[in-house]
């Protein structure tokens, strides 16, 4: 066979790279004939969309709904990491289009190739594999939760029927607060099955526990694992005993009253932050977790990370968003975890599921 014979060969659509989708789109698989989605020999799982129209293949396109610090900075993330063409939209004019024209602007600098496109139109959004959902107010001097909440209801309610309007088959992550009942109301939106509506918590509380066992151990952020579960929040449950570096568990390496003020810092890590800078909260930490999700979805990457997921029985419990250890990949949420608790960690996951179950409430779907 000659080198024209087989790239033929590989653009056919009944065999090769390619396969068809339920749309009619051609999706790239590498090396299928070792099975659809499986590594090829230069490492790569990413599935981009075969165009007959534009007679090639295109990137996936991730679409991120609030231009603000959080969602502009998760663009930035996004393009950097080239996973996809970025939709950046926003409802106040001009600021999407200005930030996603300056990131644009960087990719020759950088070294990035995708699309960057910011704008006030949700048409711009259609057939988006991923949605990230950024948008919400942040509460400010004076309000009460219940002021938030309304808000923030009213909101990711919008918001969530635009996308999945133009983007039925989409996975959604939801990062807008309070994240669990935001999370909650997005599935009850959209409609969408659980494993296509996963909310960015426990990625981002992991981090900051991971963070703070490396500065008091004075070790590498990257030999350290953390594991938490439960809502995003002062009720969050780190578990030190499933905890470790370089495979070794922090409780055989630190004391129980360092592990405790670790502990004390995570669960008021986004609280420190405010309180640092007066007039704003974290950015760039809850950005890069809502792209680590992203990248395990658009790269099937299989990753187990801690997410805020539905869950019908896992732990014991139903009915709610509750962060817990999952399989991410190419389907979204692909299988939940569970772990063995002792007494004491299940008394505090069952008092973190009563304080989302009370935000759940006031939502009054």
């Known amino acids: 066979m000659t080198l024209i014979q087989l ?3 590989l653009l056919r659509a009944d065999g090769g790279w390619f396969r068809e989708g339920t749309s009619g789109q051609r999706f790239f698989s590498p090396l299928r004939l070792g099975g659809e989605g499986r590594q090829c020999g230069l490492g790569m799982r990413w599935k981009g969309i075969w165009s007959e129209e534009k007679g090639g293949m295109m990137r996936p396109k991730i679409t991120i709904v609030g231009a603000g610090n959080v969602g502009a900075t998760a663009a930035h993330w996004a393009a950097q990491k080239e996973l996809g063409d970025v939709v950046l939209v926003d409802v106040v004019e001009g600021m999407p289009q200005g930030k996603a024209l300056d990131l644009l602007e960087t990719g020759p600098v950088e070294g990035f190739d995708c699309r960057v496109l910011g704008t006030n139109d949700y048409e711009e959004t259609a057939g988006s594999k991923v949605v990230i959902i950024t948008a919400g107010m942040a509460r400010k001097p004076g309000m009460t939760r219940q002021d938030l909440l309304a808000k923030n209801k009213e909101i990711v309610s919008s918001v969530t029927k635009e996308v999945v309007t133009r983007s039925p088959e989409a ?4 990062v807008t607060n309070p994240l669990d009942a935001m999370a909650y109301l997005a599935k009850k939106v959209s409609g969408f099955p659980r494993n296509r509506v996963i909310g960015m918590a426990g990625v981002l509380d992991a981090a900051r526990f991971r963070c703070f066992i490396a500065t008091e151990l004075d ?9 938490v579960l439960g809502g995003h929040g002062d009720e969050m ?8 570096v370089a495979g070794i568990p922090i409780t055989e390496l630190m004391s129980p009253e360092q592990i405790e003020k670790i502990v004390d810092r995570t669960r008021k890590g986004g609280g420190e932050i405010v309180a640092l800078l007066k007039t704003g909260s974290a950015y760039y930490c809850p950005s890069a977790a809502a792209i680590q ?10 990753r187990i990370l801690p997410c805020s997921v539905y869950l019908e029985g896992e732990y014991g419990l139903s009915d ?3 962060g817990v250890p999952i399989k991410l990949g190419g389907g979204g949420m692909e299988e939940v975890i569970e772990v063995r608790l002792t007494e ?10 009563a304080a989302v179950r009370n935000s759940i409430r006031e939502l009054s779907l």
């Open 171 to 174: 996975i959604l992550i939801v």
């Open 237 to 244: 449950v780190p578990l030190p005993r499933f905890s470790t």
């Open 320 to 322: 709610l968003f509750f």
């Open 293 to 302: 999700m992203a990248e395990a979805i658009l790269k099937d990457k299989k």
């Open 7 to 9: 790239v033929r060969w």
């Open 219 to 227: 070790c590498s952020v990257e030999d350290v694992q953390a594991f």
């Open 344 to 353: 004491a960690e299940r008394e505090s996951l069952e008092r973190s599921a």
